[in-house]
T-cell receptor
Framework: DVKVTQSSRYLVKRTGEKVFLECVQD?????MFWYRQDPGLGLRLIYF???????EKGDIPEGYSVSREKKERFSLILESASTNQTSMYLC??????????FGQGTRLTVV | QQQVKQSPQSLIVQKGGISIINCAYE??????FPWYQQFPGKGPALLIA?????SEKKEGRFTISFNKSAKQFSLHIMDSQPGDSATYFC??????????????FGTGTRLQVTL
């Protein structure tokens, strides 16, 4: 079974903190994605990566950055967390153009 | 702007009934249309998918109907069961760089199947 593992299920951070969300996949997938999920807005793509050290902006990249130093690991970084970044964050991976597999999500609360 | 529009936002269906969720898109570059199912506390998981050269795809109780000219597609759940209660997302895929691709999701439909 494909496994996409997000390092934390729940996180509470203070406004202005630098936050790291980590994601690891075990299927040697080229593509990795970060989405945020908000009620009534669905899943919105923040950033994605199609190879090590390669990244592209998604639909809502403002306030976020990413890092992909190894193929299996994709990190989402909130440089200075704000309350409007309180959300559920979902990581996904896929092999080329095939099915995307999702992790269980990290519920981030910024206070 | 919402590139994939999904309706309804929520749906209540009696056990044994038919659940219907609709999606519409604008971007003709989309080449693949999956539906994802999400249970509380879990990430979304692929349920069924269709390519635009096919008008219908059926897998068990789940059917996708696709209307390319209208740029619309829908999910039908026949004989709906309480275990189908979940949030359903339609999505559309577009190729990006090389062989990479990304999915654009609808806003989701929360389905509740009652006894």
């Amino acid at each position: 079974d494909v496994k996409v593992t997000q390092s934390s299920r729940y996180l509470v951070k203070r406004t202005g903190e630098k936050v790291f969300l980590e994601c690891v996949q075990d299927m040697d997938h080229e593509n990795m994605f970060w989405y945020r999920q908000d009620p009534g807005l669905g899943l919105r793509l923040i950033y994605f990566s199609y190879d090590v050290k390669m990244k592209e902006k998604g639909d809502i990249p403002e306030g976020y950055s990413v890092s992909r130093e190894k193929k299996e690991r994709f990190s989402l970084i909130l440089e200075s967390a704000s309350t409007n970044q309180t959300s559920m964050y979902l990581c996904a991976s896929s092999f080329k153009t095939t099915e995307a597999f999702f992790g269980q999500g990290t519920r981030l609360t910024v206070v | 702007q919402q590139q994939v529009k999904q309706s309804p936002q929520s749906l209540i269906v009696q056990k044994g009934g038919i659940s219907i969720i609709n999606c519409a898109y604008e971007n003709t570059a989309f080449d693949y249309f999956p539906w994802y199912q999400q249970f509380p506390g879990k990430g979304p998981a692929l349920l069924i998918a269709i390519r635009p050269d096919v008008s219908e795809k059926k897998e068990g109780r789940f059917t996708i109907s696709f209307n390319k000219s209208a740029k619309q597609f829908s999910l039908h759940i026949m004989d709906s069961q309480p275990g189908d209660s979940a949030t359903y997302f339609c999505a559309a895929r577009v190729l990006t760089t090389g062989t990479a691709s990304k999915l654009t999701f609808g806003t989701g439909t929360r389905l509740q199947v009652t006894l």
